[in-house]
């Protein structure tokens, strides 16, 4: 802070509360600066203690949890167009955030580039200084004006607070409500942008269920970035691998449809949202696990960005080779979006999927695995300038052959939401023949309707910041229109001024089964067709304060199931953190059915410890240890990561998977993986 070019530097202050109330200044005082040259913008941020003690960190891990860390972050709209740019910040410890933002107020923290930062700790405050190069983003030509918010997070406080002022509801993160970045003169051309990102690996794994002999493989491959103008980026990838990445989360699997787990590999993520997010969460015509989790991907291409102010693009391609259960696949998506309006969008999708050298008879083990399958899609996304009315309008059609007719998808819905209200209504159609297959449309052949209401009350002084109730109705049919679920429920939630939050909810359920079901999805004693079951419950949840060292939530649920059944839940999650350097969390999940013979009583328990170890903000170790009763598995995971240098790691990843009873091993793999990023 004593370098002149501080000293010279504008200053940004006066922040402005957004939680727990956004009509006053801050109590954790905050001043920024910023600066630039020909490479780097430049920016120092002064967080004053409002009150003494430790800071509260989970650790030095990169991209951590806003909610549970005191840190700073900033948002810059390099486009001016609220709806897209980059974050970056840190935590009061100097763990790293960065990410790309999307839908004008979301953060996707898989975005990864180079950039530098440091943090120092003082009695009365912590200052974060960074430099983030020219080179690492996105930006067009000419513009003199960037969309900016610095946000702040204490925890000792309570308090959330933004620079330009941020509405409670709404995140900081909101492009709607940034101030104004103005240059003396336009930044400069970044120049030419190539990084090259090539990678080594050495594995070991054995195969028991099998007893095959133990593997032993090298590989390698490489990542290319190649920027084809200042806010277009096409992204390469030959033979890549994704041994590093988290192990799923496991969960008790007790639905009638195809679960969903979030993709986790970095370049289906990296400005991946006109694909990923097209659509709806259970209608989404583009799903990339679809590619390459069941094969081997050979190589592929993205090219994604800004064409002008209004048009973004999304181009993606991968192949993938053949194996013993599916054919060589070819996967295509185009993505087009024009910003109509103020932050309105229009979006259309194309998604094909092409298999070489198609055998005449499909594996039985692949029914839904045509020799080619398309989807071709349109939405309209609605967002308000000051972001209180939003919805969206989908239309999708299919093409697979030997299907035709009721092939198409129609949903919309549209949310008015202030400091006081949130109200909306949504209705989906699928087609019995819609049929997406590299996307997760987990039911078809259904109509359904959705409107909710909630409203909030504000008491002006106690423990309590806001309470209040919410009504939603969701209601399927048939294409008759008969009815064939119904979930009503009636919640209130209490949140309280330590950030704790207590929910309370009671529901009434009805299922008429369109196929045969298992109940307990363990057992294979099915349900008939057409089964009807009613049944009510109730439920508690409760989440403590997130600035305690122990943290915990619970969720209990008691009440009916399938067949005139019963079923008792019970998830919790307990985590103690030593400040800065290990965070503890226990997660442990029990499901106790009741039904009529000839399932009986069943019990499921999911118990999953996860440590994490942060030496530095450099270097991690992560043990994920996950025991499924309902899947018969015991699995750990630990991986060691090394970040020797900016954008480049050193891995170290070792899986276990067990049968409980007996304890014998399954299958067993320990990795070594190198990567290096080079760029002009």
Request: proline content about 6%; overall charge neutral.
């Amino acid at each position: 802070m004593d370098e002149q070019a501080w000293q010279d530097a504008e200053v940004a202050k006066s922040f402005k509360m957004v939680l727990p109330m956004d009509t006053s200044f801050a109590r954790a005082y905050t001043e920024v600066r910023m600066g630039y040259d020909q490479k780097y913008v430049y920016i120092l941020a002064i967080c004053y203690k409002p009150l003494p003690g430790q800071n509260m960190v989970e650790s030095l891990k990169r991209d951590f949890n806003f909610q549970k860390n005191d840190n700073f972050i900033f948002f810059i709209d390099t486009y001016n167009d609220q709806t897209s740019g980059y974050s970056f910040g840190t935590n009061a410890a100097g763990a790293e955030w960065d990410g790309t933002m999307y839908e004008g107020g979301k953060v996707d923290l898989n975005w990864t580039n180079k950039w530098i930062s440091a943090v120092k700790d003082y009695p009365d405050k912590y200052v974060f200084e960074a430099a983030i190069p020219f080179k690492s983003i996105r930006y067009k030509k000419g513009v003199s004006e960037w969309g900016i918010n610095f946000s702040r997070n204490d925890l000792k406080t309570t308090e959330k607070s933004s620079w330009a002022p941020v509405p409670r509801q709404f995140p900081t993160a909101s492009l709607a409500y940034t101030g104004t970045l103005i240059w003396d003169n336009p930044p400069p051309d970044p120049g030419p942008n190539v990084s090259i990102i090539p990678y080594g690996l050495t594995s070991i794994s054995k195969d028991y269920i099998h007893n095959k002999d133990v593997a032993v493989k090298a590989q390698a491959g490489v990542d290319a970035k190649i920027a084809v103008s200042s806010a277009l980026n096409l992204d390469l990838t030959v033979n890549p691998d994704f041994s590093q990445v988290d192990a799923d989360k496991q969960v008790t699997d007790l639905s009638r449809f195809e679960l969903f787990y979030p993709e986790t590999r970095q370049f289906f993520l990296e400005n991946g949202d006109q694909f990923n997010n097209f659509g709806y969460a259970t209608i989404r015509p583009f799903f990339s696990r679809r590619i390459g989790l069941n094969s081997t991907i050979i190589a592929g291409f993205r090219l994604s960005g800004k064409l002008d102010k209004n048009w973004r693009i999304g181009v993606m391609n991968m192949q993938t080779a053949s194996n013993d259960s599916l054919p060589a696949q070819n996967f295509t998506a185009v993505a087009l979006q024009r910003k109509v309006f103020a932050r309105s969008n229009i979006g259309f999708l194309f998604v094909n999927k092409a298999s070489f050298n198609y055998p005449d008879v499909p594996p039985l083990s692949q029914p839904n695995n045509s020799k080619y399958n398309s989807s071709i899609g349109v939405e309209f996304n609605l967002a308000s300038s000051l972001n209180l009315w939003t919805g969206k309008e989908l239309v999708l059609k299919s093409f697979t052959p030997g299907k035709n007719g009721h092939d198409f998808s129609n949903a919309g819905n549209l949310q008015y939401a202030d400091k006081y209200w949130t109200i909306g209504t949504e209705y989906e159609y699928v087609g019995a023949n819609y049929n997406a297959e590299v996307g997760y449309v987990p039911r078809k052949g259904y109509i359904k309707f959705n409107p909710y209401i909630s409203y909030l009350f504000f008491p002006k002084g106690g423990d309590i910041l806001s309470h209040g109730p919410q009504l939603n109705l969701t209601g399927y049919y048939d294409g008759d229109f008969n009815p064939t679920d119904n979930r009503t429920f009636l919640s209130y939630q209490f949140t309280f001024r330590n950030r704790s939050i207590l929910t309370g909810l009671v529901e009434h359920d009805y299922v008429k089964l369109l196929a045969p079901f298992d109940p307990t999805n363990y057992t294979h004693y099915l349900l008939p067709t057409g089964t009807e079951s009613h049944w009510n419950n109730a439920e508690v949840s409760f989440f403590s304060q997130p600035q305690r060292l122990f943290t915990y939530d619970f969720t209990f649920d008691y009440g009916g199931y399938y067949d005139g059944g019963k079923k008792v839940s019970l998830a919790n999650d307990f985590g103690y953190r030593f400040q800065p350097f290990v965070n503890i969390l226990w997660s442990t999940t029990l499901n106790v059915l009741q039904l009529p013979q000839p399932w009986g009583q069943n019990s499921f328990w999911l118990i999953g410890p996860k440590v994490d170890v942060t030496m530095t903000n450099k270097f991690f170790l992560t043990g994920y240890f996950q025991y499924n009763e309902q899947a018969k598995n015991f699995n750990i995971n630990t991986r060691l990561q090394y970040r020797y240098r900016p954008a480049s790691d050193f891995f170290i990843v070792y899986t276990d998977n067990y049968i409980p009873r007996p304890f014998n091993v399954k299958n067993r793999m320990l990795v070594f993986k190198f990567t290096y990023w080079l760029n002009n």
